[in-house]
């Protein structure tokens, strides 16, 4: 089974590669952003992990941090034309963040397939998944 050989970093690393977290062979995503329902090489399910907006959060502290600190200074000493700065910058940005955003939501679909298919694991069998009984109500009878 694939989880002995994927630690959660592994599960990451492959999905920021765009590679199933699984298998580390087929493609994670179908489209820039949207996952692919199954692993082409595995066939592992990946169509129900949803990084919700975890990825543009990602991406945006990451271009953040990458653009402050040139454009602060190089803005302070106002070595750049006004047109020039007011374009290229945001074009960077734009660049930077298309760039990032799909390794980042990869890097989130593995962490998310890595937490699902370690809580459905349990020595070496899929065991369903436990419900806590309501506080006040009698357990289930099985
Ligand atoms: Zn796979």
Redesign the pocket.
Known sequence: M?LERSTRLQAAGKGALGK?P?????RLLRRYLQPAEK?T????PLGHLRSDDAAPWLTILIVGHLLVPFVIPIEAADILPPAVSSIGWPMLALVLAGFILPRAKGLFLGLLWFDQHASRVVDGACAPPTIPPIPGELPAET
Do not use: I, P, V, Y
């Open positions: 694939a199933c699984a298998c580390g062979q087929g692993c090489s595995c066939g592992e």
